[in-house]
């Protein structure tokens, strides 16, 4: 397993402690959006300006880039290799399967170097492979969901790694490291169940719909309320499983208790649920 410590001597980690800390950008998507965003945000959350958090951005996505100039002042470049030359610390947003040309790229150019850190946002790509692939840069994997802009998500990170628990940690409401790989990869899924959840509120959504007499508004507020109630119950009872609390709302005679044993069993939706994430984990690996 790779080593999960950096100096901290790096020059990358001086820059951060510097304003402006320069961020590059391979691959300026939706994902790597959000997060920009509430990395701005966090800054000014610390107290300190914007303009001490300068974002270097690849050429691609020509309307995100350019609505993150026009917010934050983020510097658009004609080429990724002029982001490495610009940047020593680089958020990789492209997809998985264009990371191995792009890396070819920035090596041919020789725009990496031993002081160049990366954090790649993939999923299903090794740390070996990607070491290999962007040496001499030392790399890190990262993962978050959409929601990041909102100031609420976790980050996830393989292996620990103080410089982007730093930069980051201003970003997020949490850094989650893991020290196993496995583990990391997994925990994307994550923020795939977060997708599945939304969908699932819209599939109640669409039932409470066709009751007489309630709205859209009012079917979509009564889901809400009722999701922030689970959320305050788990985190006001950490040490207490999910399940033990749906146990207590659902007591025998209730229905919330018959809702609960037609949902749950081997045929249930519940156990459908772990279908998916098993088979999608195992192409993961």
């Known amino acids: 397993m790779a080593s999960s410590s950096y100096p901290s001597t790096s020059t990358c980690h001086r820059e951060s402690r510097q304003p402006p800390t320069r961020l590059g950008v391979l691959g ?5 959006e959000s997060l920009l965003v509430a990395l701005a945000r966090g800054c000014l959350r610390d107290g300190r300006s914007r303009h001490d958090l300068e974002f270097h951005l690849s050429p691609r996505n020509d309307v995100r880039s350019h609505r993150l100039g026009w917010r934050f002042g983020a510097v658009r470049h004609a080429s990724n290799v002029a982001v490495c030359e610009a940047s020593l610390c680089v958020l990789v947003g492209v997809r998985p399967q264009q990371l191995e040309a792009l890396a070819m790229e920035l090596r041919e150019s020789r725009a990496l170097s031993k002081d ?10 090794s740390l070996a492979n990607l070491q290999r692939w962007f040496a001499p840069a030392r790399v890190v994997r990262v993962m ?6 909102e100031g609420q998500s976790a ?11 730093d930069l980051i940690s201003p970003a997020v409401r ?4 893991f020290e196993e790989e496995a583990a990391f990869e997994a925990s994307m899924l994550a923020v795939c169940v977060n ?14 719909q066709t009751v007489p007499g309630i709205t859209g508004p009012q079917a979509r507020q009564l889901l809400m309320t009722q999701m922030r109630d689970a959320l305050a119950l788990m985190e006001a009872h950490p040490d207490t499983p999910p399940g033990e609390l749906a146990s207590r709302i659902g007591t ?8 609960l044993e037609q949902l749950g069993g081997k045929d249930g939706a519940h156990h459908r649920w772990q279908q998916v994430l098993d088979g999608l984990r195992s192409e993961l690996n």
């Not at 300026?28 to 790597?32: K, S």
């Not at 160049?116 to 790509?125: F, N, S, T």
């Not at 980050?155 to 628990?165: A, M």
């Not at 025998?252 to 809702?259: C, I, K, L, N, V």
């Open 28 to 32: 300026v998507g939706e994902l790597a």
């Open 116 to 125: 160049h850190h990366l954090m790649v946002m993939a999923a299903g790509v």
């Open 252 to 259: 025998p005679g209730t229905w919330t208790a018959r809702g």
């Open 155 to 165: 980050l996830t990170l393989y292996p620990e790694d103080p410089l982007t628990r």
């Open 174 to 177: 949490q850094v989650i490291a």
């Open 195 to 208: 997708a599945w959840q939304l969908a699932q509120q819209q599939a109640l959504l669409d039932w409470f």
């Open 144 to 149: 978050t969901g959409l929601a990041v802009s």
